[in-house]
């Protein structure tokens, strides 16, 4: 209701001023914006651990945060020589201590002359530490079997993430059906859903196919396009490789399929491979999207658009509060390349303790070097015990009726489906919740496991999903995983 000019000291006079920023008047884009990985789930669970320290009786005695990919959380051993050489780094005096093996104060030393004033404490350049972006291009270079990377085309960033919003906030533009619409994965990471809600662009859907272990169609993707040209403009296709939450490996035959797709249809790409070390399953192989692209040659080699990204907060590393990544921009525009440095200068630089452990991971310790066997044993007994528990995740779930479990081919999550009975769905409606909202609900009042919805990342109408970590240690996941089956069936009795 309007306030007449007089109304307006009376209202001040009682103390009733009106709010500038309510929910009516802040920017509806945020409002619209929706993660799933930390939404109404994980809140929950982190009253339940406050009721647990307050003594309040429950029929678990912890609670198990099984929904994010946070793997020191879950017991994870940070790579000692990683820490070493950080420690080094933010504390220079430990230079002289006889406790630090030489490379890790060889490495130290390096990065800190990199540095303003040769501290971590100092701003670095926006783009992130020169001598570090160095090391990301020999990185990928020893990687893609030495295609070259060029530095200037590589940006540091605060994770992946930072790096993803960038690159969408570049491309989404236009109003109404001129809107960018972008094509993602479902189900997705529910940063892209995110990102796209906060940016207000259009979020296109192609479905990945569950009954082919979560395999990409070049059909699919041309549907989804075909669909979405007649309400915006797509001008980007996202990639997760490999999946998150779904595991899966893309084969370098369906990458070539994708990228001639991206190619012929002029959408840029988007290559998500922040897992690109967590590779399983037998006969299952990485490629890089920027290796693949070089090697076909022309005209996609030396035309299509792409961007690809990185991160330490996965692989074997697990150093995810440290925020460290990075995206490789291949083909872009030299005009828009300068508007992505303006754009980056305004944050301006990613947290430099993060661009020192990324440049560990780009550049371990060689073979000669007095860290090298630690390093690589640490580094072995990480991606073994992952891919010891990705088995046993599928094992166990599909020994369990009603739950069907895909191979974990790589990442670090398993996303089952689950056989919802109709008054479970029914019962859920009801309470205004999705069907496999109301079971995960379930599952964390009654044994205190903490796994994310399926609709937090999108599935097929009538089928339900959750997305569970493999990362908690083994001695605890076996029990979880049968408590879990164990509590679906009670679930599937009750509500039968």
Request: aromatic share 8%; hydrophobic share 40%.
């Amino acid at each position: 209701m309007a306030l007449r000019a007089g109304d307006h000291s009376q209202v001040a006079m009682n103390g009733l001023k009106e709010k500038v920023l309510t929910l009516d008047t802040m920017n509806p884009c945020v409002r619209r914006v929706e993660y799933a990985v930390r939404g109404p789930i994980v809140l929950r669970a982190l009253e339940l651990e406050q009721e647990l320290r307050q003594g309040v009786k429950k029929p678990f005695t912890e609670v198990i945060r099984a929904n994010i990919g946070d793997a020191q959380a879950m017991g994870q051993k940070p790579i000692t020589f990683l820490r070493q050489v950080l420690a080094l780094c933010v504390h220079p005096d430990l230079l002289n201590s006889p406790n630090f093996p030489e490379d890790a104060k060889r490495k130290a030393e390096r990065i800190l002359q990199a540095c303003g004033g040769h501290s971590l404490g100092a701003y670095s350049v926006s783009s992130g530490i020169q001598l570090i972006r160095e090391d990301v291009a020999s990185y990928i270079e020893r990687r893609d079997g030495g295609i070259p990377a060029d530095p200037n085309n590589i940006y540091l960033s605060t994770g992946a993430s930072d790096a993803i919003l960038t690159v969408l906030k570049l491309l989404v533009a236009g109003e109404g059906p001129t809107r960018t619409g972008v094509l993602i994965p479902i189900p997705q990471y529910p940063l892209y859903s995110a990102a796209l809600a906060e940016l207000n662009a259009v979020q296109v859907d192609y479905y990945l196919d569950e009954e082919r272990a979560w395999a990409l169609d070049v059909a699919e993707l041309r549907r989804a396009l075909c669909q979405a040209r007649d309400h915006c403009c797509p001008r980007a296709l996202c990639i997760i490789n490999p999946g998150n939450p779904t595991g899966q490996v893309q084969a370098r035959e369906c990458i070539e399929a994708v990228i001639r797709f991206a190619f012929e249809e002029r959408l840029f790409l988007m290559a998500d491979e922040v897992y690109q070390d967590n590779v399983y399953a037998e006969g299952s192989q990485f490629h890089s999207f920027k290796k693949v692209l070089t090697e076909m040659g022309p005209p996609y080699a030396t035309q299509q658009e792409l961007a690809s990204f990185h991160s330490v907060s996965k692989g074997y590393m697990g150093e995810c509060g440290f925020r460290g990544g990075y995206v490789e921009v291949v083909n872009l525009d030299a005009a828009v390349q300068q508007q992505m440095q303006k754009l980056l200068s305004v944050r301006l630089c990613p947290p430099v303790p993060g661009q020192v452990l990324l440049s560990m991971v780009v550049s371990p310790p060689a073979p000669s070097d007095p860290s090298f066997a630690q390093f690589q044993a640490e580094r072995q007994a990480v991606l073994a015990e992952l891919a010891a528990k990705a088995k046993l995740t599928e094992q166990v779930f599909n020994e369990a009726p009603g739950i069907r479990c895909n191979p974990v081919q790589g990442a670090m999550y398993s996303f089952p489906r689950v056989q919802l009975p109709p008054r479970a769905v029914q019962r859920a409606q009801e309470l205004g919740l999705a069907p496999d909202m109301f079971f995960c609900m379930r599952l964390l009042e009654e044994t205190g496991i903490c796994v994310v919805p399926g609709s937090g990342f999108g599935q097929r109408e009538g089928t339900y999903h959750f997305r569970m970590t493999i990362l908690p240690p083994m001695e605890k996941l076996r029990p979880l995983l049968e408590k879990l089956s164990q509590f679906h069936a009670k679930f599937t009795r009750e509500y039968s």
